[in-house]
């Protein structure tokens, strides 16, 4: 069994800066290739963040220049770094994720996400 679990949101005022994580564990060996999505309230879900198992990103044009996508040298964590955020950040964040089991298997996961809430 795999799980994928996302941690790091919190509130902050406007101009902070917060780091999500999404972490793969169980019988994997690693994260291939991970979407952020998030959802305010009331609103679509909206893919903010894609990294690649090449390691390409690609942004959405409300977060480019203030959300960077990295992952640790073991591929079971991704990062999503979160700067100057602002109000219209707020929501529910989470992330889907490829995954690449023991015996050359894969699996596509997700988590349960984690808020942000950014004030004014």
């Known amino acids: 069994q795999v799980y994928l679990m996302e941690s790091g949101g919190g509130e902050v005022q406007a101009g902070g800066s917060l780091r999500l994580s999404c972490a793969a564990s169980?019988?994997?060996?690693?994260?291939?290739?991970v979407d952020w999505y998030r959802q305010a309230s009331g609103r679509r879900r909206e893919l903010v963040a894609a990294?690649?198992?090449?390691?390409?990103?690609q942004y959405a044009d409300s977060v480019k220049g203030r959300f960077t996508l990295s992952r640790d040298k073991a591929k079971t964590t991704v990062y999503l770094e979160m700067n100057n955020l602002k109000p219209e950040d707020t929501a529910d964040y989470h992330c889907e994720a490829d995954l690449n089991l023991f015996g050359a298997t894969m699996a596509r996961a997700w988590g349960q996400g984690t808020r942000v809430t950014v004030s004014s």
């Open positions: 990294l690649t198992a090449d390691d390409d990103t």
């Open positions: 169980g019988k994997v060996e690693g994260i291939r290739a």
